[in-house]
């Protein structure tokens, strides 16, 4: 991991750097952040000759070698400082990031996702989700409808709060990005397709979309999940945030088996931030509400959570684990009480 003097490297440094690290075959990248750009060499980092020639170059400020199988997503790495701003908000500042929305918005009653958004924004929420098209285990089931996506575009004029849809396919991947949708949501089963991730990466530079990485549901270990992560990032996306959603084998009673107690575990290994979806997790709105204050307990940075103005007309998911926006606004209340707390004690 280079970083230089300045903020960013000129065309003909970057020259200068990618000519000496190809006469070791490797390539070197660059990563932009809010505040200034670092750049990662891919390939044997660990060769002493191309290290010091490029430490020795007057407008390199350090060169770090990190032996981690992750290492722009470890937390030592140059990005460890690194902070992802979605709307008004830098994630990890001030508050709990909460997203809510339905899962699955509903083609023909976009009345009731535009009333369920302002809902939420009266409640409190940062961002607004909403599923365009849906990972569905029944074939049968509704799986989705283009149209969706002018409902939920609508809703972010209406509100002004950024918006989170899930990218199963590089054809959608195109459309939420000429959407300029601010958080692309990898799905649990798409958490280990590292060729879907290495195009979001890819596709998503220059861009404001942050990625929202769900945990593979089949128990990720906290290397793997991060290491999924590290597929985004080496393509030059560094706006990643980890979300535990619940694993299976299931915990009998709940929908998946809950994992926000994970959040630590991660935070001691990456600086991604994390927000912990209850809703997946507990799978039933009654305990959404106590696995959201865990989450927070735990460290996590921010929450997803379904939520409808009318839980039992809506689609997919909602019937069975949609919060009311009325329920949303203590949530937000309580999870922003026990953050606060956390930095009293
Ligand atoms: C969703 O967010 O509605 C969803 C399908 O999530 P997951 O990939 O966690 O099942
Ligand atoms: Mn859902």
Redesign the pocket.
Known sequence: MIIPKAGKLTKAQFKEVEGIVSEFNCTVLEIEGHNRCVYAILGDETQTLMFKRIAGLSYIRKVNKIESPYKLMDKRSALANHQIKIGERVIGQDKPFIIGGP??IDPNSPSMFLETAHALKEAGVDAL?G?VW??RTNPYSYQGDNKAIEIILDAREQTKLPIDI?VMDSAQLKIALDAKVDIL?V???NALNYSLLKEIGKTSVGTDSSVLL?RG?HVASPDEFIAAAEYLVAEGNPNVML?P??TTPVLDGYRNHPDESITPLLKNKTWAPVVV?P??SVGHSQYVHACSLASIAYGADGL?I?SHIDPAKGI??DPKQAITPDKMKDLVLSCQQLWDSRYQS
């Open positions: 899962c699955t989700r599923g849906k990972p899930e949501q799905g649990t089963r769900k549901r979300c959603r619940g979806d809703s997946h997803c379904e997919g998911d």
